[in-house]
């Protein structure tokens, strides 16, 4: 099995509804991401995939969590914006951007330094 990881970010303000303690205020992170995609084969370049389609892909869903008030958009409407539920949304949404023959192996999604939340399934 073959694997390649891609970092990306993005700014994004939040509260966690029902939380009691600092984080049901309005709040704001730079979060990262870690994108991990496998492959049990390597195409006829000897890659999973090309890093430029899958930061592309990355791009393309993050586009819409970056300066936004996380807890507005549709997705978060019923479900807290959590690190934990961000990472599998992004899992969920960059997984249906992959070409033929390769899968997400996980989602890592860091809130601050020391603390992430991953997804996989």
Same mark, same amino acid.
């Given at each position: 099995m073959f694997e390649l990881s891609i970092h990306r970010?993005?700014?994004a303000a939040h509260n966690l509804r029902?939380?009691?303690?600092?984080?049901?205020?309005?709040h704001g992170h730079n979060w990262k !991401?870690? %994108?991990v995609i496998r492959s049990e084969a390597l195409d006829s370049l000897g890659m999973v995939m090309d890093f430029r389609e899958a930061k592309k892909a990355a791009d393309a869903v993050l586009e819409e969590f970056d300066h936004h008030y996380l807890n507005e958009l549709a997705r978060f409407q019923k479900r807290n914006p959590t690190t934990e539920n %961000?990472?599998? !949304?992004?899992?969920?949404? !960059?997984a249906q951007k992959l070409p033929r023959g390769v899968s997400l192996a996980k989602v890592t999604v860091w809130e601050s330094e020391g603390c992430s939340a991953t997804y996989s399934e």
């Open positions: 970010d993005f700014a029902g939380y009691a303690g600092n984080c049901e205020r309005l !991401v870690e %994108i %961000i990472a599998s !949304v992004i899992f969920s949404e !960059v």
